[in-house]
């Protein structure tokens, strides 16, 4: 039976289209005179801050662009600075703009009901993660235990660490009663070195990467060639269950419930 769901944040119960990372990235980089674009961004969207900054530094665009903007490789402090102005600009969004998903409080109602506990994973730092948790908190959606890569000596994702961590804090032996929900490979990656349920939410994902302003007014015919290249996406991924939105969690929940009842019982 499940027991306990570890969800993201940004682009699964928060910041729909999971811009606020994106923005900050870009902020930072066009200020250093160098022109990336969202594909790139999120690419590797969910591991830890620094790492992804590590990680485009190393894309040969940019690569090359900081080669000819400075007639040098990019070095640790670049890397740095970089860092510094992307939280600056990111805790400025967030201080403003954070908001819940669509169907985000009632699912999280829905799970206290049930008895299921409710913990999170990140790749925000601490000081990034308290106001988003404070904003989170002041419109209902409140949960019990939410790590960073910090709290399990910087290991952060695709590592299992901060699952394991959850595991021992709520006193769950068996992986196979959490579920790991996130909006990006990594998240998927990383229920899955857990051993955990994983699933893939694709409306407002960073993998779909638009806004609900940009995804609403399409055809549904639009809508459905995107949720179809992102299901693929998660799909390719491994991930378990693949959910439109939120309000179909219950029903995973079922599933995943039932399924393990009958390997109970030798069904």
Known sequence: MIKAVVFDWAGTTVDYG?????IAFKTAFNDAGIEINDQEIRRDMGITKWDHIGK??????????WEK????????QDRRKLYEDFQACLLDYVRDSTELKP??????????????????????TPEMMKLVQDSAYELGYRPELVLTSEDVDGDGRPSAK????IMTEFGLCNPKELIKIGDT?????????????TIGIVEGSSLMGLSEQE?????????????????????????????????????????LNQSEEKIANGK
């Open 56 to 65: 485009l530094l190393k894309m040969p665009d940019i690569f090359q662009q």
């Open 215 to 255: 995804f609403n007014p399409l055809s549904e015919e639009e809508k459905e060639a995107i949720r179809h290249r992102v299901v693929n996406e998660f799909a390719n991924a491994n991930a378990d269950i693949i959910i439109n939105n939120l309000s179909e969690l219950p029903e995973a929940i079922k599933f």
């Open 185 to 197: 490979l990594v998240d998927i990656e990383e229920g899955r070195n857990a051993g955990v349920n």
């Open 103 to 124: 169907y985000a409080l009632e699912i999280f109602n829905y799970l206290k009901g049930q008895e299921i506990r409710v913990a999170t994973t990140t790749g925000y």
């Open 18 to 22: 999971s811009l606020a990372p994106v």
């Open 162 to 165: 901060m699952i394991q961590k």
């Open 69 to 76: 903007e400075y007639n040098r490789l990019p070095d640790f």
